[in-house]
């Protein structure tokens, strides 16, 4: 394993990239903390400093205070809403035109990989923007709600959440499958901007290397993932994936 300068990829490096017919990328929410959409950990300031994500994101949290959860999502839809994509989401949607078949993972619940341009997203942990009945799973279109109160389904009167996946939860069984046949049938596995500490998603770069893949690692900081990545490029994404691009195909 490397720790490379961005500035200077290897020539295996961008040998394996431009050879590859297929690869996948499993982005993280450090892929848009340059869209200013604060990753979990640095989430935790100001208002919500004394929360633990768990105690905000999870079943447990919602049945409890479901007022208090839906505060923490109003003021991170805030967040998402002023936020644009960054330069990797650029490099991201570019690399889909790129390689015949790649295969964009993500765990960011923010759409921002839409909004770039990439067309086919595995989005593993749902989307901010959707609600769905808490009952039946329902997707619910149109909520109104208030500070005082939680929306409620219009079939149903049970109580509509964020869809998206909390902590606790099973992952949606058809976006799980497509992500892990692509994970165990790719050349380039890149995993970006994820700590590879939230499982099942983590596993899914040590499937690829178990499968043969090539594991490259885009992230500032070293992640239980390291150990397994050929390549550890050290910086933030929206550097290092634009270069990156620019050194494989000019
Ligand atoms: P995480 O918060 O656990 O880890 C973020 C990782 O990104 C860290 O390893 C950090 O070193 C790295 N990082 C920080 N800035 C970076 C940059 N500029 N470029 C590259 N890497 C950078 O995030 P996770 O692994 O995605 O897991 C947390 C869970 O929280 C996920 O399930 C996700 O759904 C959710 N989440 C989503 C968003 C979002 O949609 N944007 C934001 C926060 C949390």
């Known amino acids: 394993m490397d720790n490379l300068n961005p500035l200077n990829f290897p020539a295996d490096l961008l040998a394996c990239l431009r050879l590859a017919r297929a690869a996948a990328a499993l982005t993280g929410a450090g892929v848009s903390a340059e869209s200013g959409v604060p990753t979990f950990r640095d989430a935790q300031t100001g208002l919500w400093a004394r929360y633990r994500p768990e105690d905000l994101a999870s ?23 002023g936020a644009l994509p960054n330069p990797a989401h650029y490099a991201l949607a570019d690399l889909e035109k790129r390689i015949p078949r790649f295969t964009l993972i993500t765990q960011n619940v923010d759409g921002l990989h839409h909004t770039a341009g990439s067309r086919q997203v595995i989005e593993l942990h749902g989307n901010i923007w959707r609600n ?9 279109e149109v909520v109104s709600s208030n500070q005082e109160n939680p929306p409620l389904c219009p079939r149903c009167s049970g109580l509509v959440r ?37 499982q099942p998603a983590a596993s899914l770069p040590l499937i690829a290397v178990q499968s043969g893949a090539t594991l490259i690692e885009i992230n500032p900081d070293e992640t239980p993932l390291t150990p397994h990545a050929s390549y550890s490029l050290r910086g933030p994404a929206g550097l290092i994936l634009p270069e990156l691009l620019q050194a494989v195909w000019g």
């Open 132 to 140: 769905k009945c808490s009952r039946d799973g329902a997707q619910v």
């Open 162 to 198: 964020p869809d998206v996946v909390w902590f606790g939860e099973q992952l949606p069984a058809e976006a799980l499958e497509a992500a892990w046949d692509a994970a165990q049938h790719c050349a380039v596995f890149l995993s970006i901007g994820t700590s590879g500490l939230v």
């Open 59 to 81: 079943p447990q949290a919602f049945a409890e205070n479901p007022v208090q959860v839906w505060e923490w999502y109003r003021w991170r839809r805030g967040l998402v809403s």
